[in-house]
């Protein structure tokens, strides 16, 4: 990312952008947690990094043609996680596991004019730890549902 787009804010809500998610899309660290790698893949949505949804998209649901639409415009607007209690309610239902992870988020864009929701509960998985060489985990983004 040229050094003239970034920007001070961070575009997921965080701290500024070189603390938050900035050290992520210019692949300086890995994110820890699902929640923060969810935070700065909206972040690269908003910031049009294709390359970095790429990057941190499971290869086994990874889409084949492009995630970004270079002639859309979309605007996206702002990010809400959703809060630790209820995500706590949702993985009751789930097999524990420290492995995979699930982020609920709404995130508010604008198309056309138009103001939209995106609310969305986000499935995760680590991969790559423990194998002595110093490799380390990485979240990737499996898929999502919708909530109604």
């Given at each position: 990312m040229p050094p003239s787009s970034k920007p001070a804010a961070c575009p997921c809500g965080g701290a500024a952008f070189a603390a938050c998610c900035g050290p992520y899309l210019a692949g300086d660290a890995?994110?820890?947690?699902?929640d923060l790698l969810m935070r700065s893949r909206y972040s690269a949505y908003v910031l049009r990094i294709?390359?970095?949804l790429r990057a941190t998209w499971h290869p086994g649901t990874l889409p084949a043609g492009p995630i970004i639409d270079p002639d859309e415009k979309l605007q996206w607007l702002g990010l809400e996680v959703k809060s630790a209690l209820r995500l706590r309610q949702r993985k009751a239902d789930l097999p524990e596991s420290p492995e995979r992870d699930t982020v609920e988020f709404?995130?508010?864009y604008k198309l056309a004019g138009?103001?939209?929701r995106l609310?969305?509960?986000s499935r995760f998985v680590?991969?790559?730890a423990g194998d002595g060489k110093g490799e380390i985990a990485r979240w990737f983004y499996l898929d999502g549902s919708f909530p109604e």
């Amino acid at each position: 990312m040229p050094p003239s787009s970034k920007p001070a804010a961070c575009p997921c809500g965080g701290a500024a952008f070189a603390a938050c998610c900035g050290p992520y899309l210019a692949g300086d660290a890995v994110a820890p947690s699902a929640d923060l790698l969810m935070r700065s893949r909206y972040s690269a949505y908003v910031l049009r990094i294709e390359a970095y949804l790429r990057a941190t998209w499971h290869p086994g649901t990874l889409p084949a043609g492009p995630i970004i639409d270079p002639d859309e415009k979309l605007q996206w607007l702002g990010l809400e996680v959703k809060s630790a209690l209820r995500l706590r309610q949702r993985k009751a239902d789930l097999p524990e596991s420290p492995e995979r992870d699930t982020v609920e988020f709404v995130a508010r864009y604008k198309l056309a004019g138009r103001a939209h929701r995106l609310h969305e509960v986000s499935r995760f998985v680590r991969e790559g730890a423990g194998d002595g060489k110093g490799e380390i985990a990485r979240w990737f983004y499996l898929d999502g549902s919708f909530p109604e």
